[in-house]
T-cell receptor
Framework: LAKTTQPISMDSYEGQEVNITCSHN???????ITWYQQFPSQGPRFIIQ???TKVTNEVASLFIPADRKSSTLSLPRVSLSDTAVYYC??????????FGTGTRLLVSP | KAGVTQTPRYLIKTRGQQVTLSCSPI?????VSWYQQTPGQGLQFLFE???????NKGNFPGRFSGRQFSNSRSEMNVSTLELGDSALYLC????????????FGSGTRLTVV
């Protein structure tokens, strides 16, 4: 299971775009990159998943360069309700998720 | 459709007691995993079940055990509770192979006194 490195915390203001980068130098060929969001006292919520290039859904975009050694979660026009911890996970299987320390995003008015 | 349901939401137990937590996965999901979350250690994998079989286990002592029933519902048990077992216990389910988007429940907050 590839180890991931993310910034511990980030600050932003409402309406701004936030980009959280995750480093995963030892990603394996079959590994996918998945991002989760977690609010206090709740379980993590799946945000987005990708393998290469760019993936976009209704809440976020995921950018993955060709070497796949990093990925960037992009949150467009954040609001106060986006204040949460964001986890980047790398792995091929669904049997075990390995969470890092995550990035604590604080969105201010 | 209903999400992952964990019961109870809150629990207070005394050291030395045992506890059983319950998880009902999303209908049709056959894989159920359990995680422990503490401020110091973060989110840690406990075990994963698929079709009533434990397929993967995290690095926890034998006091932590689990099982899965034929309807995919799962329980985890912690015996001889210690103060350090105080945590948020999370259950997650996924449909099966090829689907990496886990759905987590809201968790059971266990406090050991």
């Amino acid at each position: 299971l590839a180890k991931t490195t993310q910034p511990i915390s980030m600050d932003s203001y409402e309406g701004q775009e936030v980009n959280i980068t995750c480093s995963h130098n030892n990603i394996a060929t079959n590994d996918y990159i998945t991002w989760y969001q977690q609010f206090p006292s709740q379980g993590p919520r799946f945000i987005i998943q990708g393998y290469k290039t760019k993936v976009t859904n209704e809440v976020a975009s995921l950018f993955i360069p060709a070497d796949r050694k990093s990925s960037t979660l992009s949150l467009p026009r954040v609001s106060l309700s986006d204040t949460a911890v964001y986890y980047c996970l790398v792995g091929e299987g669904f049997q075990k998720l390995v969470f890092g320390t995550g990035t604590r995003l604080l969105v201010s008015p | 459709k209903a999400g992952v349901t964990q019961t109870p939401r809150y629990l207070i137990k005394t050291r030395g007691q045992q506890v059983t937590l319950s998880c009902s996965p999303i209908s049709g999901h056959r894989s159920v995993s359990w995680y422990q979350q503490t401020p110091g250690q973060g989110l840690q994998f406990l075990f994963e079940y698929f079709s009533e079989t434990q397929r993967n286990k995290g690095n926890f002592p034998g006091r932590f055990s689990g099982r899965q029933f034929s309807n995919s519902r799962s329980e985890m048990n912690v015996s001889t509770l210690e103060l350090g077992d105080s945590a948020l216990y999370l259950c997650a389910s996924v449909a099966g192979q090829g689907n990496y988007g886990y759905t987590f429940g809201s968790g059971t907050r266990l406090t050991v006194v």
